[in-house]
């Protein structure tokens, strides 16, 4: 009896957690959603699954029903009052479910489509869940595909599993077996459901089908046996609110309003609230507690109902004055009768403080830009990690001014005038602008592609300065003068390399003692157009090799029998820039033995 009132003390004390649903393009997340959401009619099943603002709520009457068929003696106890999802599957709507660094969102259930194991997004949202320290669950999807498989809907995996043919247990095991190398490849120790003895050590995955409801059960009773052993921690409620901007919206005839996710507390008609805005921090009065009303009440007027207060957790929509510059991913505080509202304030606006701390203090570094706060935070993680400075951050859509502003990059550091944009709209103004003036704009929806084009937009830059720098490179060599076959433009010689090798287009050069002045002087004859040998051309001539015909050919060529004379050595015309050009960009094209060379060619033309 003691531990019954135990239980049910602990139970009212718990509020329901809010999970997310996350996973690759097409593994059927929206379609999962909606399976789950589905109510049967007929059976009067509805069970109070309610619509809220951007998600919908499964009161524990209706988890306890939807997972009847895998709980058939009752021995699972549900101990939180309910399940709040969020609607808009994706890691956009989980990056923003945020306070303080710490993830709003208890639980995440992450699909992979068993056809098609992990994929880009999959490895995205991991990186997201292990960031935010967040449990999460992996659902198998899309079953129903394996060839042959017989449907039992809404049926219990392991139930429907045994009733199928060997060859579609065999074709389970090996794409199975599959995913749960790749897993384990990605750091994630991973068991299925029924097999996962340690929950906090595996991650425990649910084989499920979106479309014969196959595993779904299995799916939502392990989402809440994971929050109650893992979570109740968290779950406590809490008369403190939590609360975070999901979506900053327009409604026709009640202005900008805000869609919350109230995750712990109550909310009330009329509390004072305060949100970060851009730039200034806003502070207001709920007007309306908006919730959608159900169907059968869309007769009526509006599509909302009001409320006097809201207990979490919660989606709500939020009507004020003053929410035009209200951020997404924002912190919602709710001004108390001791609390100082202007410390409030400076809280809220802290979060956004806190990522502008992140950029670089050298003032060199790309543009940022994503559309929450929450998404900027984890973009902003991802580019401290991989090493690509910041020098200025932006939450909304890109305007004119925000490519301004990265344009301040063309003169202090050219390779960074870039944007990196993470799910936001670019205007098509602030594109052409950026066209105009050279910034280069890269826009995702995943964080690493952003890292993939900024990486391949670097390394065309490098590619684009060695392509331009290929005059500036100047290979070592000395050449021994055999014959003089013309004097003058175009110059040709026939020589024997004896140092270093000569390649096209090497400037040429003779080293001549002034006889007045007895000063070292260097005579330019231009650059080799042409190397010869038997009456061919060939690219490169080595030391040691048999002699060749070299054309030279260039401005103002000096005159063989005036400024040089038949016998004298020729070299290539090295210079400090050369130099720098060659360590730069061709520091693994040139030998040992040419770089040898090089430090004596230096002592011969005096570079320091
Ligand atoms: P999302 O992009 O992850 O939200 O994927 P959707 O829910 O839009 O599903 C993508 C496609 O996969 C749609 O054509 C769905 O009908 C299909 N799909 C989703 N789940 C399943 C499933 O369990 N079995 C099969 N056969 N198809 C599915």
Request: charged residues 25%; contains cysteine; glycine residues 6%.
């Amino acid at each position: 009896a003691h531990e019954e009132a135990m239980a049910a003390r602990s139970k009212d004390n718990l509020r329901s957690p809010i999970c997310c649903i996350l996973g690759h393009v097409d593994t059927g997340k929206t379609k999962l959603l909606d399976k789950i959401r589905q109510t049967n009619v007929q059976e009067g099943e509805a069970g109070g699954i309610t619509q809220q603002i951007g998600a919908t709520y499964f009161p524990v009457e209706a988890l306890q029903k939807k997972t009847a068929v895998v709980n058939k003696d009752g021995s699972f106890v549900f101990n939180v009052p309910g399940l709040l999802v969020i609607d808009t599957p994706g890691h956009e709507s989980f990056t923003n479910l945020r306070s303080r660094g710490s993830s709003l969102c208890n639980i995440a259930i992450l699909v992979v489509d068993i056809m098609h194991g992990l994929e880009p997004q999959t490895l995205e949202s991991m990186r997201l869940l292990r960031e935010r320290k967040t449990p999460f669950i992996v659902a198998l999807n899309k079953i129903d595909r394996l060839f042959g498989w017989s449907r039992i809907d809404n049926n219990g995996f392991e139930d429907s599993l045994a009733f199928q043919k060997k060859s579609v247990q065999q074709e389970f095991k090996d794409r199975w077996d599959f995913v749960h190398t790749q897993l384990m490849e990605q750091g994630f120790n991973s068991e299925l459901f029924y097999q996962n003895t340690n929950m906090a050590r595996y991650v425990s995955v649910v084989p499920t089908s979106a479309h014969t409801g196959e595993g779904i059960p299995d799916m939502l009773k392990l989402i809440i046996k994971l929050t109650q052993e893992r979570m109740t921690g968290k779950l406590m409620y809490l008369s403190e609110v939590e609360c975070t901007v999901l979506e900053v919206k327009v409604i026709e005839g009640l202005g900008t309003t805000i869609d919350v996710v109230l995750s712990n507390g109550v909310l009330h008609e009329g509390d004072r609230i305060v949100l970060c805005g851009n730039p200034e921090p806003i502070a207001t009065n709920i007007r309306a507690l908006l919730t959608p009303a159900e169907m059968k009440e869309l007769r009526v007027k509006s599509a909302y109902v009001h409320n006097k207060e809201v207990k979490a957790a919660m989606g709500i929509k939020i009507a004020a004055d003053g929410l035009d510059s209200a951020i997404a991913g924002s912190r919602l505080l709710v001004v108390g009768p001791d609390d100082d509202e202007e410390d409030l304030m400076d809280e809220v606006m802290g979060d956004l403080a806190h990522l502008m701390g992140k950029v670089s203090k050298t003032g060199r570094g790309v543009s940022v830009q994503a559309s929450t706060l929450g998404s900027l935070e984890a973009l902003l993680e991802f580019l401290r990690v991989s090493k690509i400075p910041v020098a200025s951050i932006s939450i909304g859509p890109v305007y004119k001014k925000d490519v301004l502003r990265a344009g301040v990059m063309l003169e202090k550091a050219k390779e960074y005038a870039v944007m990196l944009c993470f799910d936001v709209k670019v205007d098509k103004d602030a594109k052409q602008y950026a066209d105009e003036i050279g910034v280069k704009i890269f826009e995702a929806d995943i964080i690493y592609h952003l890292f993939d084009k900024f990486t391949a937009h670097m390394k065309q830059l490098e590619e684009q300065r060695k392509e331009e720098s290929k005059m500036d490179a100047v290979f070592p060599c000395v050449l021994s003068p055999i014959a003089v076959f013309n004097k003058k433009d175009p110059i040709v010689v026939g020589v024997d390399v004896i140092e270093g090798n000569l390649r096209m287009l090497t400037p040429i050069c003779a080293l001549k003692k002034n006889p007045v002045t007895g000063v070292k002087e260097i005579v330019h004859l231009g650059r080799v157009t042409s190397i010869e040998r038997d009456h061919k051309q060939i690219p490169i001539c080595k030391k040691g090799q048999p002699s060749v015909a070299v054309k030279i050919e260039g401005p103002n060529q000096p005159l063989y029998g005036r400024q040089l004379e038949e016998k004298d050595i020729l070299y290539s015309s090295i210079t400090r820039k050369s130099i720098d050009t060659l360590k730069e960009f061709y520091r693994s094209d040139v030998s040992n033995d040419e770089w040898q060379l090089i430090i004596k060619l230096k002592k011969e033309f005096d570079i320091m």
